[in-house]
Each structure stands twice: as structure tokens, then as C-alpha cells.
């Protein structure tokens, strides 16, 4: 009886300690995402003439390289890259920086593998609980160059055009009802504006937005 009521206890103090934990984990993340917002608009990551765009296959295929290294099974779940106060010419001329998610069932790790001019590193590998999921099929490979064009057709040269200092998020997973999806973000750093489009990997159909 009295174990029991130790038990009952130390209930509601592991409670708090779990809260506690994870309004800390949410401050974190908000505090990442601003900061990479805030020097972003500081070090534009817009290709330069020493900086050549790379196509996201060739991409692919280095990070591939350097994840396996650490890992034989590293199976791609997402490829990502950002602009910071680009102009749409730029943003079609692509990008010479990608981040890639791997993931090992054998290990349950997840890598994370950037490229930046030609160059593969891995930066990051953590155990994961849940294996997330992989991308399928080929209709990513050609690159966001598609998926930019959708972007720009369906608004968003027109925030562009209103907010030069916009930052421009790419990033490419497994939609939330399966299939490969195009999520394209535009942020404008001082005002908070936000515009965004879900675009199907595929079929280049816009998804929401």
C-alpha cells in the first residue's frame, strides 16, 4: 500500500517534468527557425558565379554516397534547399546548396547529408522511433524547376514582386495522403507574410495553398 502511494506520488512530478521538457523543445524549435530565418536574410544562399546550380539528381546521387558510407540501407525521405531575397530568374536558375533526410531501418538512424557546391557532408545522424517514409518512384528527379513555375503561376510572383526580401523554402517528402509532394514556401522576414503551395511531385496539380 504505501509502494502505491509512492507511486502516486512521483505521478503528477513526472508530469510536469514532461511538460516542462517539451515547452522547452517547442521554444527551441522556434528559436532555430527564426534565427535561420533572420541570418538567412543576412547570407543570401542564391547561387554566385564560383557557386554553379546543381541539378537535385546530381545532388541526390553525392548525398546518396556520403549516407550510405554510415549507413549500406540509407533510403532518401526528403530533399529540401532555400533562397533568401531572390529574383524569379534566380530561383529558376536553381540552387548549388540541398539538404537530404536518409533513413536506415537497419540502424533506425536518420542522416541528414548536405551538399553545397559539390560537396557532400553528412552533418547529423539520430535515432529515430517511428521509420519515417521513403520516397518512391521517379517523378522527383527532374528537379523544383516544374514546381517553382506552378509556385510563380499560381501567386506566388505576385508575392514575390510585393516582398523582394522574401525567403523561399523548398522542400520535397511523401504527402500526408501518400504520394511525393512539392511543399513551397515564401516568407517575408519583416512582416511575417506568408504564401505557400502543396504541389503534387507528379502530376504538378496544386494540392492546397
Known amino acids: 500500500m504505501a509502494d502505491t502511494d509512492k507511486r ?24 532555430v527557425l527564426w534565427d535561420r530565418t533572420s541570418s538567412s536574410t543576412e547570407a543570401p544562399t542564391s547561387p554566385t558565379p564560383a557557386q554553379a546550380p546543381m541539378e537535385l539528381w546530381d545532388a541526390y546521387g553525392q548525398a546518396q554516397a556520403a549516407a550510405q558510407a554510415q549507413a549500406k540501407d540509407a533510403q532518401l525521405v526528403s530533399a ?10 534566380a530561383l529558376l536558375d536553381g540552387t548549388s546548396n540541398w539538404s537530404f533526410v536518409f533513413y536506415s531501418p537497419a540502424n533506425g538512424d536518420s542522416v541528414d547529408v548536405v551538399v553545397n557546391a559539390g560537396t557532400a557532408q553528412v552533418v547529423n545522424q539520430t535515432r529515430v ?5 521513403s520516397l518512391a518512384g521517379e517523378a522527383w528527379q527532374a528537379g ?18 510585393g516582398h523582394p526580401q522574401a525567403t523561399v523554402d523548398v522542400h520535397l517528402a511523401e504527402g500526408d495522403e501518400g504520394g511525393t509532394v512539392w511543399t ?15 504541389i503534387d511531385a507528379e502530376t504538378r496539380h496544386v494540392l492546397s495553398g
Open 8 to 31: 502516486r506520488k512521483w505521478v503528477p512530478v513526472v508530469a510536469v517534468a514532461a511538460l516542462i521538457i517539451d515547452l522547452l523543445l517547442v521554444g527551441y524549435l522556434l528559436y
Open 80 to 89: 529540401s534547399t532555400q533562397w533568401s531575397a531572390v529574383s524569379e530568374q
Open 129 to 133: 522511433w517511428a521509420a519515417p517514409s
Open 144 to 161: 523544383p524547376r516544374e514546381a517553382l513555375l506552378v509556385f510563380l503561376a499560381y501567386g506566388g510572383r505576385a508575392f514575390l514582386d
Open 184 to 198: 513551397i514556401v515564401a516568407l517575408d522576414p519583416e512582416d511575417r507574410s506568408l504564401f505557400s503551395l502543396l
